[in-house]
């Protein structure tokens, strides 16, 4: 098995597919990959669970966590909508696994930077927007108005993807896995 103490990084626009990708990878037992569960304040959707997907909090509490310093990152994502990362969970996580992120764009330029070369950081990007509207549609968990404020900030998002260590092309998803398995899996042993 590969050794533990690695953190890789996907980020992308809403809609593109890392979720996926990264729940593919975790499934991979031989990467010894564990999630990072992040926290937010967003509300839970159908079929998430507490501590699996992410840890819901208040707002209040969130901003707890920031004056405390316990977040390694947090970024207001949307309008009164904050994700963050907490310290703890990294620390204890990253003693006997690898750590996989499934993070905003803003939040994983932040871990690269944190992490540095201890990090593999791989932006997942649609084919094009109009693809990536559709996948939003059809994925039926957001309104119309939230699908718009998604895609204007994917448009922004899109721009970031120097960024990162890889840029991955999601428009064969079969493909992307394993083209994501061969990243990661040659980063983990190559050091």
Do not use: W
């Amino acid at each position: 098995m590969i050794k533990a103490g690695k953190c890789i990084i996907f980020s992308a626009p809403s809609g593109s597919g890392k979720t996926t990708l990264v729940k593919n990878l975790v499934a991979k037992k031989e990467l010894n990959l564990c999630f990072s569960i992040s926290v937010t304040t967003r509300e839970k959707r159908v079929g998430e669970k507490e501590g699996t997907d992410y840890f819901y909090i208040s707002k209040e509490k969130f901003k707890k966590h920031i004056e405390l310093g316990e977040l390694l990152e947090y970024e207001e994502v949307y309008e009164n909508l904050f994700y963050g990362t907490l310290q703890k969970e990294i620390d204890k996580l990253l003693k006997h696994h690898n750590v996989i992120f499934d993070i905003d764009v803003e939040g994983g330029i932040k871990l690269k930077n944190i992490f540095k070369t201890n990090a593999l950081s791989i932006f997942v990007k649609p084919p094009s927007i109009k693809e990536l509207r559709i996948r939003l549609k059809s994925r039926a968990k957001d309104p119309d108005r939230l699908i718009k404020i998604r895609l204007d900030k994917a448009k922004q998002e899109l721009q970031k993807d120097k960024d990162f260590d890889y840029i991955l092309i999601n428009d064969d998803l079969n493909l992307a896995k394993e083209n994501a398995y061969q990243i990661v899996e040659q980063f983990l042993n190559n050091s």
